[in-house]
C-alpha cells in the first residue's frame, strides 16, 4: 500500500501476532511480509496434524475468523464435536481417545484435512502452509519455522494431582483451560532445525519484528531452535521487538502468570530482560510509559505507543511505529 | 426374542448384511448373534481409519440411518467437506489430497475420529468395534473380520483412460461409482489373518449365514482370509447362504455387473456356483423360483422366499426361514 519495498520478517505465534500482521499488511505490500511462525503447539488429535497459531493467522487475515467469539471461524458449526460426546461415554479408563476438549469446527476440520493429507504425500509442512495460505488468498509469505517434529511440553507446577507432570502445550492451554501454575517450559526437537526459507529471511530481511506474543510458549519455541537467536543477535539493530506484556498483565493467554511463575518480572522490564540479547528496540504500550526507563536499564531502546489493537487504525500505526523504529 | 438360543454367525458386507441383521434381530436374542464383518473396503482418509461396512451396519441397526437417501447419517450435515472444496481447488498436480468425491457427514465423522485415536493408541479394531457397538446400544457381538491390514484392489478393465490400473475399492465404489467394467479383483493382505474371535465364531455357531452381499467384493475379501474356507466347508450342512441377486440383477451395488465381468452367471445359480464348496443351502427370492434347479444342479440345497428387505418383516421372515433351513 505505501511506497516502501523494505522486506520484513515477523516472528510469530497465534492472536497477537495475526493482529500485528493485519495491521502491517495496511501499510506495507503483502509480497514484502514473511511470517515465520511457531509450530511448538502442533498436535496430532484424531489422526489430522493441526497447527494452532497457522490456522490462526490464516484466518485472521482472510477476514474469516469470529470477532465476537474471538477465535475459530465465522459462521462455524460444531456438528462433529457434539456426535464426539457419544464415544467419550464408552472409551475404556485410560484412554484419551476422542477428547472432547478440543473444540474443532466443522469448517475448520477441512483445513487439517487438507494438511494432514499432503504431510502423508510427502509434502513439507512449508509446501502445504503455503498451498493454505493461497487457497484463503493471502498475499503474504506464511512459512512455518520448522519442516521437523517439534513439540512444546509444560511442566505443571502448584499442588494440584497433576502437579509435576509434564504435559503438551494443548493439554495445558486447552484442556486445562491455562489455569495451573507451570514450573518448566521446554521445546522436544530431537534435532528440528529451521528450515532454509526461515534461516534465509531472517538474514536477507530489511527488518525483523518480534509480534507481540507469549515470548516463552510463542516466541520461545523459535528462539529455541538452532541458529535463530545467532541470526538474530547479528544484526540486532534491525531487530524490533512489540511487548505482549501491558500494564503488567497479558491482553490474552496466561503470559503474565506465566513469566511469574518462571521467574521472570511480568512487566515490560520483564520482557526486555528477555528479548535484549537479541533485539535492540522494544515497543511497549503508552500504559506502561513509566517503566521506559526500565526498558532502556535492560538494555534495550524503547518506544512507546498505543499498541492494544482491538480498535481499528491501531495496528497500522503500531506497524508504522516499528518501521519507523528501524530506520 | 424367540425362544431360541442356538448362536448365530454371519457373514457380512454392507447394507444388504445390515437389513439381513435387523431382521435377524427381530427373531433371536441380540446376544446369540455375531456379525463378522468385511473390512476390504477399509480406508484412510485425510488420516482418519474408515470401515464403511462396520459402520453401515452399526447405524442401520442402531436405527440412526437416513433411509430416505440410503446411506449415512439422518439429520446429517456436510459442512467440513464443503469447505474442503476451498482445498481441492489450491493442490498441486498430482496430489490427491483432500479428495472431496468421499463425502464424510460432519457426525459420521466422530466415530472415523474414535476410531482413529483408539487405534493410535495401540487398540486393536475388535476392541475398538465393540466400543462402537456399545455407543449405539448395539447388543450383537460385532467383529471385524481380521485386525490386520487388508485392502481390497480392483483391476479396471473396458477401454477407459484407466484400463488396467489397479485401484482401491474406494476408489472404484465411490470415485468412480462402480460405473467402469472390473477385469480382476484381488486382496492384499500380506499375512493378514483372522481375529481369534472370527476363528471361534465360526466353529461354535449353531448356525453360519452368509448374508446378502457382494459374493466378491463383500464376502470374497472374507474367503480370502486363510482358514475361512476351511472353516466353513468342515461345516458345511449348517452353513447358508443368501443370494444378492434377484431376478439376474443386484438389489444395490454392481454385483450383477461385476460377477458378469468376472466370468461368472449373474443369477442365482451363478452365486450357488461361488458358495456350493462352503454352504449347503442357497435362499433365493420367490422370483428366481424358475432357478432352483438350477442351484440345486450347482450343488447346494435351494429355498425360495421373498428376500427383497426393503418392506417391513421381510427381514424377520427371512431370518426364520435361515433358522429353519438350518434344522
Redesign the interface.
Known amino acids: 500500500m505505501s511506497g516502501t519495498s523494505a522486506s520484513i520478517a515477523v516472528l510469530c505465534g497465534g492472536v497477537g501476532a495475526a493482529r500485528f500482521l493485519r495491521g502491517l499488511l495496511e501499510v506495507v505490500d503483502a509480497a514484502d511480509v514473511t511470517a515465520i511462525v511457531n509450530t511448538g503447539d502442533d498436535t496430532v488429535?484424531?489422526?489430522?496434524?493441526i497447527s494452532p497459531d497457522l490456522d490462526t493467522i490464516t484466518y485472521t487475515l482472510a477476514g474469516a475468523t469470529d470477532d465476537e467469539r474471538g477465535w475459530g471461524l465465522a459462521g462455524e458449526?460444531w456438528?462433529?464435536?457434539?456426535?464426539?460426546a457419544?464415544?467419550a461415554?464408552?472409551?475404556?479408563d485410560g484412554?484419551?481417545?476422542?477428547?472432547t476438549w478440543f473444540n474443532l469446527g466443522?469448517?475448520?476440520?477441512?483445513?487439517?484435512?487438507?494438511r494432514?493429507?499432503?504431510l502423508?504425500?510427502g509434502?513439507t509442512l512449508t509446501a502445504v502452509t503455503a498451498?493454505?495460505a493461497?487457497?484463503?488468498g493471502l498475499g503474504l509469505r506464511m512459512l512455518p519455522v520448522t519442516d521437523d517434529r517439534f513439540r512444546t511440553v509444560v511442566t505443571l507446577g502448584g499442588d494440584g494431582h497433576e502437579a509435576g507432570r509434564e504435559v503438551t502445550f494443548q493439554d495445558y492451554f486447552v484442556r486445562l483451560r491455562h489455569g495451573v501454575p507451570v514450573s518448566d517450559v521446554r521445546f522436544e526437537h530431537d534435532g528440528a532445525e529451521p528450515t532454509a526459507a526461515v534461516a534465509d529471511a531472517l538474514t536477507s530481511a530489511d527488518l525483523v519484528v518480534i509480534a507481540p506474543s507469549n515470548p516463552i510458549v510463542s516466541i520461545g519455541p523459535l528462539r529455541a531452535l538452532p541458529g535463530i537467536d545467532e541470526a538474530l543477535r547479528s544484526r540486532r539493530d534491525s531487530v524490533v521487538a512489540i511487548s505482549p506484556i501491558v500494564g503488567g498483565a497479558a491482553l490474552k493467554g496466561p503470559a503474565d502468570r506465566m513469566l511469574a511463575e518462571l521467574g521472570v518480572d511480568p512487566s515490560v522490564a520483564g520482557v526486555a530482560g528477555l528479548y535484549a540479547p537479541v533485539a535492540s528496540t522494544l515497543v511497549i504500550d503508552t500504559v506502561d510509559a513509566g517503566h521506559a526507563q526500565a526498558v532502556e536499564a535492560a538494555g534495550m531502546h524503547c518506544v512507546v505507543t498505543p499498541t492494544i489493537m482491538s480498535q481499528p487504525g491501531v495496528g497500522a500505526d503500531l506497524a508504522r511505529t516499528c518501521l519507523r523504529s528501524a530506520r
Open positions: 488429535l484424531h489422526g489430522l496434524s458449526t456438528n462433529a464435536m457434539a456426535a464426539l457419544r464415544y461415554e464408552v472409551r475404556p484412554s484419551t481417545a476422542a477428547p466443522d469448517t475448520d476440520l477441512a483445513t487439517h484435512f487438507y494432514t493429507a499432503r502423508a504425500e509434502a498451498e493454505i493461497q487457497a484463503w
